[in-house]
């Protein structure tokens, strides 16, 4: 079992910058891919980015391509999103998560076995 731990949200101006981070624990990290999902009130949880198990292959919604940017540490156990440019329409909960099944990570919630608690990310205009 995998426990995920998100930390660095908060509150920033448009155009600022955010980087969120995600502590895994256990030994086994490498083998999961990792994502970050949002949530904004009123609306269903949506892909963010994702990473492959060795951090090769990366995705990004349209929204945040370009902006945004997941990398992880698998010595460290943790996957970070860096965040960039960001717009008052990126306010949500950012949610890390974990896929044991799908090497390459997906846009698909129903493919990660594993979530975080979340992370509030307020962005002002």
């Known amino acids: 079992q995998v426990q995920l731990v998100e930390s660095g949200g908060g509150l920033v101006q448009a155009g600022g910058s955010l980087r969120l981070s995600c502590a895994a624990s256990?030994?086994?990290?490498?083998?999961?891919?990792m994502a970050w999902f949002r949530q904004a009130p009123g609306k269903e949880r949506e892909f963010v980015a994702a990473?492959?198990?060795?951090?090769?292959?990366?995705y990004y919604a349209d929204s945040v391509k370009g902006r945004f940017t997941i990398s992880r540490d698998n010595a460290k156990n943790t996957v970070y999103l860096q965040m960039n440019s960001l717009k008052p329409e990126d306010t949500a909960v950012y949610y890390c998560?974990?896929?044991?099944?799908?090497?390459?990570?997906?846009?698909?919630?129903?493919?990660?076995?594993?979530w975080g608690q979340g992370t509030q990310v307020t962005v002002s205009s």
């Open positions: 256990g030994r086994t990290f490498s083998r999961y891919a």
């Open positions: 998560a974990a896929a044991s099944g799908n090497p390459y990570g997906s846009s698909w919630l129903s493919e990660y076995d594993y």
């Open positions: 990473i492959s198990r060795s951090g090769g292959s990366t």
